[in-house]
């Protein structure tokens, strides 16, 4: 049965024509369009590229910033049957060009700064046919320009019969633990993810979202809300203008919004400063653990009724489980503040999560696999109709992450948690992140969260330097203020640490200046790099 996710654009804009479904531009000088409007600039798009040569199956490298081009050609490729490529352009030349090289495109539509790019790094764009310039061309240098192959075209509605299992996009990890890593979507699995989000989240029409991360403006879309491209760089979360931010939520009266902790950091400690109250009415917090301190901060900038959610997963399958802020706040934020690890709620609707003992191989199939019980901590796996099937021409870590089951699999997140006896899950931190002592392991986030508690702590990471069995467990931490007296603070924190017997083994302590952290959201801490650094200062290997 076909279930191209392109097909959601056409019934919305059947139902709800007039309708606002995208607003862009700087804040206070927006460009609004409806439904119909973007359905029919899609519909060009699809006429134009067709006649530029792209057909079904060709894999299309799109880089265009969060703009009416991004999303109606997004569409446009899920109606011709091409999948679609997206990467971050923050992660870095390097990552860039390795993971342009490694999923291999057909077809390259990018605006003219990105040519440049693929002119000065022509390796990793050898597979590349076609080139299509959004923006001004520049003449024949960057291949032809979208608006001139949009003339004299007539509006091209007819949509590809997709099956569920096709690929619809390949979407980069934020490569917090490890070179990015393409993850192959279906429209299969667009179609559960949007399912999920509408019936879990209550998301539909009448509500007007305003999403940190641009891909989310498509599921918004979708769903026949209106979404807000906001006036900020999504390769940098942190660095949010939090007036422009806020200053579109009041304007567009934004009911919803998706970003990191890292924005809402920058945004609620503005709106308190300013006295704003926001009339939002959800906010949802993903990218990295959320604290308390920032659920209630939030919280205080919220109309009353309004609700933080924090939806828990990875770009390969997500959300696989949610829970409010209001039940963190009163229930399980002060048992992580006592190293339980972060509570991310129960498993979502159609979604399996189990916990299995944590081995440093593959497994192929379950019965290989010891699954754990109640308050053991372990992997975390998960299977369910929105997980992904594969990395894309990554069989080595298909075969790592992967677990058959019969006629289905599971999905190994990387991630230590447990189950509690209420059936909700714990995060503990990355598997990666452990730390394997001669007394056992150390898990990351319930020994943090021992040492955060302390005043002149921004955060704390914890890193194992040495062999795998005998590492040394490190604290690295960020001061609040940078006068804070170091020697003094370290003593402090050694006692704390020696009041838990999770901590108890922890003696070095390293003050850092900035922790390393992904781009995406700001927020993962890139624990491998301050394991580095960290074995550097004391003279160790890693």
């Not at 990890?173 to 179609?191: I, L, N």
């Not at 699954?371 to 929105?386: A, D, Y």
Request: proline share 8%; charged share 20%.
């Amino acid at each position: 049965m076909p279930c191209n996710i392109a097909q959601t654009l056409a019934q919305v804009a059947a139902r709800l024509p007039a309708e606002i479904a995208l607003v862009a531009g700087r804040a206070g000088q927006y460009k609004e369009y409806t439904f119909a409007e973007l359905h029919r600039q899609s519909a060009l798009q699809v006429a134009a590229l067709k006649k530029e040569g792209v057909r079904p199956g060709q894999r299309v490298m799109l880089m265009v910033p969060p703009s009416l081009d991004f999303v109606s050609l997004t569409f446009a490729l899920f109606s011709l049957g091409a999948p679609v490529i997206l990467v971050d352009p923050g992660m870095g030349y390097r990552n860039l060009r390795r993971c342009i090289g490694a999923v291999r495109p057909d077809v390259f539509i990018a605006i003219p700064r990105a040519h440049i790019f693929k002119r000065l790094f022509p390796a990793s764009f050898k597979t590349i046919h076609t080139n299509i310039c959004v923006g001004r061309p520049l003449g024949p240098l960057f291949g032809s320009g979208l608006a001139e192959i949009s003339k004299g075209v007539r509006p091209d509605f007819t949509v590809f019969a997709a099956a569920k299992d096709d690929l619809a996009a390949i979407i980069f990890t934020t490569g917090s633990t490890g070179p990015p890593k393409g993850v192959q979507y279906t429209h299969g699995v667009f179609q559960a993810q949007l399912e999920l989000i509408r019936s879990h989240y209550q998301i539909g029409p009448g509500d007007i979202d305003q999403p940190a991360f641009p891909l989310f403006a498509l599921f918004s879309i979708a769903l026949g809300a209106k979404a807000v491209l906001p006036d900020m760089n999504p390769a940098k979360p942190a660095q949010v203008d939090p007036r422009k931010f806020v200053r579109s939520l009041i304007d567009q009266e934004v009911t919803y919004s998706f970003g990191s902790p890292a924005i809402w950091k920058v945004v609620s400690r503005y709106c308190r400063q300013a006295d704003i109250v926001l009339p939002i009415k959800k906010i949802l917090m993903a990218g990295a653990p959320v604290s308390g301190e920032l659920i209630q901060d939030v919280l205080t900038i919220m109309a009353p009724g309004g609700e933080v959610h924090t939806p828990y997963g990875a770009t390969e399958s997500l959300p696989i489980a949610s829970m409010t802020g209001a039940e963190i706040v009163a229930e399980t934020w002060p048992l992580t503040r006592q190293g339980k690890g972060t509570c991310v709620g129960q498993p979502l609707p159609g979604l399996t999560i189990a916990i299995m003992r944590a081995v440093d191989r593959p497994v192929a199939e379950l019965s290989g696999a010891q699954l754990l019980g109640p308050g053991e901590i372990g992997e975390i796996i998960v299977r369910g109709p929105l997980v992904t099937r594969a990395y894309d021409h990554n069989p080595r870590e298909n075969k790592a992450a992967k677990i058959a089951d019969g006629d289905t699999f599971w999905h190994r997140m990387g991630d230590m948690g447990y189950f509690d006896d209420q059936g909700r899950l714990w995060f503990c931190g990355r598997k990666a992140h452990r730390v394997i002592t001669v007394h056992g392991p150390l898990y990351t986030i319930p020994c943090e969260a021992i040492f955060n508690v302390h005043a002149e702590v921004a955060r704390t990471a914890l890193v194992g330097v040495g062999p795998l069995g005998r590492q040394i467990p490190v604290l690295c931490v960020e001061c609040r203020s940078r006068g804070c007296d170091k020697k003094m603070l370290a003593l402090q924190l050694r006692a704390l640490g020696k009041q838990n017997p999770l901590t108890k083994e922890i003696d070095e302590i390293l003050f850092h200046p900035a922790f390393p952290v992904d781009i995406r959201h700001n927020a993962k801490i890139f624990r491998e790099k301050l394991a580095v650094w960290a074995a550097g200062k004391l003279g160790r290997h890693a």
